[in-house]
């Protein structure tokens, strides 16, 4: 006869312990989900942005073109594309990146109605660089040529701005990345909310 003292836990003690453990894991997960989503913002800023500088880098340093393709809502094709005659030789992809799945470029309500850095844009337009109609079939691009200046495939020097964000959370993690075309310049941003105005900080 087994006695009382050297049984196991009841089912019903076993249940509360459970219970227990889920409700702790529970916290804990809802209160480390804004650090989890602070850094999938962060690996999608730092991505763009280290696409862009890295490819202007390497076109200066190998005399070559890079074209940037930002395709909505997550992905940026890279392709090499010989200097000399603008159209021929074609492009070559050489690499594709693409942001934490969660993450886009996209606009969100409520941003600012005036862009940092690049007068005439207005918030709405998720990727504003000019279209690449030559090689690209309208697709905005940005093509980074030997002398550091960032164009589109018609030789036309390339303003403009891609934003990143989250769509239907808070705003006020998103970032911007602009892009100043004669010097091929690329600067971050975020957006905070500075004395009741929404307004673009640079990083």
């Excluded at 702790?24 to 804004?34: C, G, K, Q, R, Y």
């Excluded at 594309?81 to 934490?100: F, K």
Aim: contains cysteine; charged residues 10%.
């Amino acid at each position: 006869m087994i006695s009382s003292k050297s049984r196991g836990f009841s089912l019903l003690e076993l249940l509360i312990t459970i219970a227990i453990g889920l409700t702790m894991a529970s916290v804990a997960f809802m209160s480390l989900m804004p650090l989890f989503n602070e850094n999938h913002i962060d690996a999608a800023y730092d991505t763009t942005l280290s696409v862009i500088r890295n490819y202007r880098n390497l076109a200066i340093t190998q005399r070559k073109r890079y074209v940037l393709i930002f395709t909505a809502p997550s992905t940026i094709t890279v392709q090499y594309w010989g200097v000399g005659v603008p159209v021929s030789p074609a492009p070559v992809t050489v690499a594709t990146y693409t942001l934490p799945q969660d993450m886009q470029y996209a606009t969100q309500t409520g941003f600012p109605a005036t862009a940092p850095d690049i007068p005439g844009d207005n918030g709405s337009t998720a990727i504003q660089f000019n279209a690449c109609t030559v090689i690209e079939g309208g697709s905005p691009c940005l093509v980074l040529n030997p002398d550091g200046s960032a164009q589109d495939d018609q030789g036309n020097y390339n303003n403009g701005i891609v934003y990143i964000t989250r769509p239907l959370s808070n705003r006020y993690s998103s970032r911007a990345i602009t892009i100043y075309g004669t010097t091929g310049r690329a600067r971050g941003w975020r957006l905070y909310n500075i004395s009741g105005a929404d307004t673009w900080v640079q990083q």
